[in-house]
């Protein structure tokens, strides 16, 4: 007798908690992200000029043509896979973490044109810990400035400014480094921007 006084509102709980939990409150916050926050609430998805999806400023893609600039390097999957995210867990004491670093410095500044003495900044050698960073460091891009703008034939300065205006500062002015997110970067190119 006592059980089933003590079982009835454990169920009426149960199902009350789990219709508040479960049901309420998400579509309560999803109502408010999508009122207060579309853009971001969707994906911060980025579309072309016929409205297909060609990425989100919150992931990382593969880019390997001269014309664009090029992400850090990935350690999802393949690279840039986003259903692997995660890093390679080698430490910075490891023989083949430090071989495969000084492998893509030099491929970097190969790729540059750049001398073989030239720093490299790290976040061009290296994953992030996630694997799908979408964003390269203010130094990176500039130092990828000539290659892109030689490749679409146009004069580095204008690629430089373009660069210089999308790149984002710190926050507050001193959280972070300046950093500029590739794909934005990219797209604004296609589009003409740095004409």
Same mark, same amino acid.
């Given at each position: 007798?006592?059980?089933r006084?003590?079982?009835r @509102?454990?169920?009426?709980l149960?199902? /009350?908690f789990t219709?508040l939990?479960g049901?309420?409150y998400?579509?309560?916050?999803?109502?408010i992200a999508q009122?207060? &926050?579309?853009?971001?609430?969707?994906?911060?998805l %980025?579309? +072309?000029s016929?409205?297909?999806?060609i990425?989100?400023t *919150? %992931?990382g893609?593969? &880019?390997? !043509?001269?014309?664009? &600039?090029?992400?850090? @390097?990935s350690?999802?999957?393949?690279g840039y !896979?986003?259903?692997?995210?995660?890093?390679?867990?080698?430490?910075p004491?490891?023989?083949q973490f430090?071989?495969?670093?000084q492998?893509?410095a030099?491929?970097?500044r190969?790729e540059?044109?750049?001398?073989p !003495?030239?720093?490299v900044?790290?976040?061009?050698?290296?994953?992030?810990g996630s694997?799908?960073?979408? +964003?390269?460091? *203010?130094?990176?891009a500039l130092l990828?400035?000539?290659? /892109?703008?030689?490749a679409r034939? =146009? @004069? !580095?300065?204008a690629?430089?400014?373009?660069v210089e205006r999308?790149?984002r500062?710190?926050? &507050?002015?001193i959280?972070?480094e300046?950093?500029?997110?590739? =794909?934005?970067?990219?797209r604004a190119?296609d589009q003409?921007?740095a004409q």
């Open positions: 007798m006592q059980l006084a003590q079982l @509102p454990a169920i009426v149960l199902v /009350v219709v939990t049901v309420v998400p579509l309560f916050v999803t109502g009122t207060l &926050f579309p853009r971001q609430a969707e994906g911060s %980025l579309r +072309d016929q409205g297909r999806v990425g989100s *919150l %992931l893609q593969q &880019f390997t !043509d001269p014309r664009y &600039f090029h992400p850090r @390097p350690a999802a999957g393949n !896979d986003p259903t692997q995210s995660g890093a390679s867990n080698l430490g004491t490891n023989q430090i071989s495969t670093v492998e893509r030099n491929a970097y190969q540059n044109g750049l001398a !003495d030239t720093p900044p790290v976040d061009a050698v290296t994953a992030s694997g799908l960073d979408p +964003d390269i460091s *203010l130094a990176n990828q400035v000539h290659r /892109v703008a030689t034939g =146009l @004069p !580095d300065d690629v430089k400014s373009l999308l790149a500062r710190p926050w &507050f002015g959280l972070g300046p950093r500029v997110n590739v =794909l934005e970067l990219n190119l003409g921007m």
